[in-house]
């Protein structure tokens, strides 16, 4: 499984990367490569959340389809980081539901909607966290960045949770993940963060900002996992999907990145880089 895994890791990120360096001039172009990744992996979080009737699962994709479009107009707004603020609280807000495992389980309409409802809360501001990098200074550099942070924190958890793993994190949630894994991912993307703050030319408290910053982030990550693995729990599937070998769903891939981008790009603004 592994070597499954590492193979369609290898596969994958040579293109991602190469989205992501699209120049700032053609962030409308990432954009929309990014509204059909979104869309794919909301059309898995809909099944996850007990919506089974397909039509009624297309219509709502279209509609945030024309949702992304509303967002690109008026990117100029304070909608933009107004959307950063509300995922980032949305993700705060989901460590509660983490601790109370079975909030939601039940497949009653009431709970579909409310993770629906939660699904809109994922998308739209990480669509937004991501134009936003992206539309920067150094847009695609700074992109490449939170991307190359949440993969080395996956990369470090994985390592550091497999040989001194022994206190579970969240063992009613996802039973592989262990506290000894949060702190190699901590510690592996704040490495990267810092290196790549550096090769950015960020200096002096930038950069301790930018640590801490990208430890805020993996922190969000983790929690953005545990949610879409809870959702799985739920669902009582092994994966969001079938799309990737070793991997499962598209979803299974996204789940940090949704976490994490909306509190890196709202850091980002906030420490001014």
């Known amino acids: 499984m592994l070597l499954q895994r590492t193979l369609t890791a290898l596969l994958l990120a040579p293109v991602a990367i190469l989205v992501i360096l699209l120049p ?22 809909t099944r996850l959340s007990g919506l089974r009737n397909r039509r009624v699962r297309a219509a709502m994709l279209g509609v945030v389809l024309a949702l992304f479009g509303v967002l690109w107009w008026v990117r100029d707004s304070l909608l933009w980081p107004a959307l950063l603020v509300a995922g980032v609280a949305w993700w705060a807000l989901a460590c509660l539901w983490l601790r109370h495992f079975a909030f939601a389980a039940a497949p009653t309409t009431e709970n579909r909607n409310l993770k629906l409802a939660a699904g809109a809360l994922v998308a739209f501001p990480a669509f937004v966290g991501l134009l936003t990098l992206h539309g920067g ?28 793993g022994k206190r579970k994190l969240a063992p ?25 703050g550096w090769l950015l030319d960020v200096q002096g408290f930038g950069l301790v900002g930018l640590a801490v910053l990208a430890v805020l982030t993996v922190a969000a990550s983790i929690v953005g996992d545990l949610v879409e693995s809870l959702m799985k729990r739920h669902a009582q599937v092994k994966d969001s999907g079938r799309m990737f070998p070793g991997h499962g769903g598209l979803l299974d891939r996204m789940d940090s990145v949704f976490a994490a981008v909306p509190v890196f790009a709202l850091g980002k603004l906030l420490l001014g880089l």
């Open 172 to 196: 009613n949630i996802s039973p592989g993940k262990t506290w000894a894994g949060v702190y190699g991912a901590l510690a592996a993307g704040a490495l990267i963060a810092v290196l790549g």
């Open 24 to 45: 700032p001039d053609w962030t409308w172009l990432f954009g929309l490569v990014v509204a059909t990744v979104f869309l794919a992996g909301l059309w898995e979080w």
């Open 137 to 164: 200074v150094h847009g695609q550099w700074w992109t490449l960045l939170i991307l190359l942070v949440v993969w080395a924190a996956d990369i470090g958890a994985y390592f550091s949770g497999r040989f001194l």
